[in-house]
Every structure is written in C-alpha cells, then in structure tokens.
C-alpha cells in the first residue's frame, strides 16, 4: 500500500521530481518516526539522562545534548536502508508513467523503454539499466548493514 500512497501523491501533485521526494517523504516518514520514538523511549530513563536532570538540566538542553546524539546513529542506519527503497520507489513511479518524464534520465524509464525491446531480441536495453538500479539498491543496503554492525555490536551478522 505504501507504494500505491505514493502514486496517489504523484498523481495529485504531478510529474516532477520534486513530487516524487514529497512521495518518498510522505512514504518513508513513519519508519523514521518509530525509530525515533522507540529509540528516545529506551534512553528516556537511562542513568546518563537521570544524571543530566538532576545538575538542573531542561528538557529541551537533555533533549539536545543527551537523548538526540544517542539516537542519531540508529537513525543514520535507518536512512541508508531506506535509501534502496526510495530508489525503487522513484524508479518504479517512473516506470508505470507516474515519475520524470522521458527526456530526463532514470533508470525506471530506461527499463521501461528497453523492456518494449525484449521480445526483438535486444534485451541489453533493459538489463543494464536494471543491473544498475539492482547494484545501487545492494549497495546502499550493504551500507546499511555495515552501518547497523558498526552502531550495535551485539547484532553483528
């Protein structure tokens, strides 16, 4: 459903690329909002943020020096594996029609052109573009990973 919420918000708003990061935006937001959340819950009550309220802290000044540079790095996880979704989100609106029209290059558009030229025998045209869009999306999920192994040792895989 979340990728038919985003069709229905580049349909209204139109074509553009601006419309289709307000889409991913409005898709991805809630993931972020629970990371967010639960992340402040489990540091809400830790001893550092105890200690911080008793020197006669305000909450804003812990939320800023205390909670928010503790939930940063979970967070930087969260966007880069959000990242190889956004990318298929931005590439498959263009590839129904629905993301940057087709003098502007993207890979959604370059696999929806080369796929008309697989049954010729050209199946080149929609392969690369899509070994492309395959291999950043593996990337940035990599990165991810990476990223999560760095911040929370205890999960290494």
Known sequence: PLFVLAMGVVAALGNSVENIIYATAVINLPFYARVARSETSLRRNAGFVQAARLCGNSDLRILATQ???????????????????????????????????????????????????????????????????????????LLGDGLRDLVVPLRRT
């Open 67 to 141: 909670i928010f540079p503790n939930i940063l790095p979970p967070m930087m996880v969260q966007i880069s594996l959000n990242m190889g979704w956004a990318i298929l989100n931005a590439a498959g609106l263009s590839f129904i029609g629905l993301g940057v029209r087709p003098p502007d290059a993207e890979w959604g558009i370059m696999v929806a052109e080369g796929a008309t030229y697989v049954i010729s025998g050209e199946w080149w045209l929609a392969l690369f573009p899509g070994g492309a869009l395959m291999l950043a999306v593996f990337c940035f999920n």
